[in-house]
């Protein structure tokens, strides 16, 4: 199993970025994708929940801000996250769930400058 994010990198205040993860391989059913992020010094924080049936979650924190959204037929699943601030950077990851078990990818780091 392959969980790949892309999409990070350097923004400036009040820009906008679509994170990406693909994921492939021996997965079973998919039935949830997440998003979490990590700032430096700071405990994994849960962003957004999209299920196959697209039902979707956003954190209160960022709700307003980011919005979750997946390809169910590409086996994709996105982040737009839009009026960014410095407080946005973190190493973002996904997370598949299926009824194999949960994978997660190994990140992709959003640096939002001032």
């Known amino acids: 199993v392959q969980v790949v994010e892309s999409g990070g990198g350097l923004v400036q205040l009040g820009g906008s970025l679509r994170l990406s993860c693909a994921f492939s391989?021996?997965?079973?059913?998919?039935?949830s994708m997440w998003w979490y992020r990590e700032a430096s010094g700071r405990q994994r924080e849960w962003l957004a929940?999209?299920?196959?049936?697209?039902?979707?979650n956003v954190a209160e924190s960022v709700k307003g801000r980011f919005t979750i959204s997946s390809d169910d037929a590409e086996n994709i699943v996105y982040l737009q996250m839009n009026r960014l601030t410095p407080e946005d950077t973190a190493i973002y990851y996904c997370?598949?769930?299926?009824?194999?078990?949960?994978?997660w990818g190994k990140g992709t780091l959003v640096t939002v400058s001032s």
């Open positions: 997370k598949i769930g299926t009824n194999r078990g949960s994978y």
């Open positions: 391989g021996s997965l079973g059913g998919v039935y």
């Open positions: 929940t999209t299920t196959v049936h697209d039902n979707a």
